[in-house]
């Protein structure tokens, strides 16, 4: 049971270096999100997909940029990292609201994201 | 909006003792649900309860009940008889059914529980 994965679990940059963050996931769920959670912030939303082809901004979208080709994947890009960046990225996945709205989440183990 | 506001930024409760950790929320979205998870230390998210805009009644998962009171937008999480390893994050979200979809966080709850 994969569940979603994320990689890499802990990266260093350097101001305007960019990367991808990766996360997939195998229970064939439209719904995909990512978070980043900073002290004292809680959860913001980044970014969000409900199936492939179709992505939307979240709470905090600027610097980051998402796409979603397929059903398991939705990697999330830094283009220019700012040390404002510096967060714990989650990434998640769950059923539609129309396919089951009442079901949870499911998180990947998070991505520890330093930017110098 | 889609809002969600938890205003306890920490709380140290005695063991064994019920707690309740405050939600209050704001929508204009008639179809929503609430949910409600715990971060221990070690970082994953676990799932604790949900609640739909539509249900009857307030939800119950063992020690944890909701306490839903829909006309004062708040969705508060009662957890009885504490113990140890009750202690950590706990975070309240919202999803908005007929709009956009959208899950939204609150900014959490940190829980301590004292022996």
């Known amino acids: 049971n994969a569940g979603v994965t994320q990689t890499p679990k802990f990266q260093v940059l350097k101001t305007g270096q960019s990367m991808t963050l990766q996360c997939a996931q195998d229970m064939n769920h439209e719904y995909m999100s990512w978070y980043r959670q900073d002290p004292g912030m809680g959860l913001r939303l980044i970014h969000y997909?409900?199936?492939?082809?179709i992505t939307d901004q979240g709470e905090v979208p600027n610097g980051y940029n998402v796409s979603r080709s397929t059903t398991e994947d939705f990697p999330l890009r830094l283009l220019s990292a700012a040390p404002s960046q510096t967060s714990v990225y989650f990434c998640?996945?769950?059923?539609?609201w129309g396919q089951g709205g009442n079901q949870p989440q499911h998180f990947g183990d998070g991505t520890r994201l330093s930017i110098l | 909006a889609q809002k969600i506001t938890q205003t306890q930024p920490g709380m140290f409760v005695q063991e064994k003792e019920a707690v309740t950790l405050d939600c209050t929320y704001d929508?204009?979205?008639?179809?929503?649900?609430l949910f409600w998870y715990k971060q221990p230390s070690s970082g994953e998210m676990i799932f604790l309860i949900y609640q739909g805009s539509y249900d009857q009644q307030n939800a119950t998962e063992g020690r944890y009940s909701l306490n839903f009171q829909k006309a004062r937008k708040s969705a508060n999480l009662v957890i009885s008889a504490s113990q140890l390893g009750d202690s950590a994050m706990y975070f309240c979200a919202m999803r908005e059914g007929q709009r956009d979809d959208k899950i939204i966080f609150g900014k959490g709850t940190r829980l301590h529980i004292l022996p």
């Open positions: 997909s409900v199936g492939a082809g």
């Open positions: 998640a996945s769950s059923y539609r």
């Open positions: 929508t204009s979205d008639p179809s929503y649900g």
